[in-house]
């Protein structure tokens, strides 16, 4: 069974600084990762995701993120934060493809930003 | 608008009651997905059809059921609520490997 580990609940950060959000996940055979975002009383949305090639993809809003098969991470960055990026953030895996993508979701990590 | 609908947007009922939730995927997606969102447990998978047959299967409890119809639209059959089922129910669609998801149902127990 596959797993995803995002360490701490809440990250606060100022605007402008580097934003960096942790996921290290668990997979017996080569996983799908994703990051998707969740704003107040909104659904989730796809920020990025990496299934196969470069290891590393550029996201929606300015983000990225580098799959490390060796550390099995999948930390999701934005070199500069905005306000705007305050939401709840999700790292996921799935072992499938094509249309049986099942998602197994980390607990989700709380991003503020500070003026 | 991610194309994935579900109604109603909310719900409260009381304990021991059935309610339905109902889902139209992204045109062209034959997957649907439902996942419970609640501050104990996270989101979590639920269950999954896939053009009109179930293909996975996770946390659902007994009491939950859902179905596809042959228009692909979807719905959970939440009955004998119990408190702990208040949660934000979501609904996603796919037709490749990163669903997309609706903007929730939120279900509220009494």
């Known amino acids: 069974a596959q797993s995803v580990t995002q360490l701490g609940s809440h990250v606060s950060v100022s605007e402008g600084a580097l934003v960096l959000l942790r996921c290290n996940y668990s997979?017996?055979?080569?996983?799908?990762l994703f990051w998707y975002v969740q704003y107040p009383n909104q659904g989730l949305q796809l920020l990025l995701k990496?299934?196969?090639?470069?290891?590393l993809v550029k996201g929606i809003n300015g983000f990225e993120a580098e799959f490390k098969k060796s550390e099995t991470s999948f930390h999701l960055t934005k070199p500069s934060a905005h306000m705007s990026d305050a939401a709840e953030y999700f790292c996921?895996?799935?072992?499938?493809?094509?249309?049986?993508?099942?998602?197994?979701f980390g607990k989700g990590i709380t991003l503020s930003v500070r003026p | 608008d991610s194309g994935v609908t579900q109604t109603p947007k909310h719900l409260i009922t009381a304990t021991g009651q059935r309610v339905t939730l109902r889902c139209s995927p992204r045109?062209?997606?034959?997957?649907v997905y439902w996942y419970q969102q609640s501050l104990d447990q996270g989101l979590q998978f639920l269950i999954q059809y896939y053009n009109g047959e179930e293909r996975a299967k996770g946390n659902i409890l007994e009491r939950f059921s859902a179905q596809q119809f042959p228009d692909l639209h979807s719905e959970l059959n939440l009955s004998s609520l119990e408190l702990g089922d208040s949660a934000l129910y979501f609904c996603?669609?796919?037709?490749?490997?990163?669903?997309?998801f609706g903007s929730g149902t939120r279900l509220t127990v009494v």
């Open positions: 045109s062209g997606d034959l997957s």
């Open positions: 997979s017996s055979v080569p996983p799908y």
């Open positions: 996603a669609s796919s037709a490749g490997p990163a669903p997309t």
């Open positions: 990496y299934t196969t090639g470069a290891t």
């Open positions: 996921a895996v799935s072992l499938a493809s094509g249309a049986n993508s099942k998602l197994t």
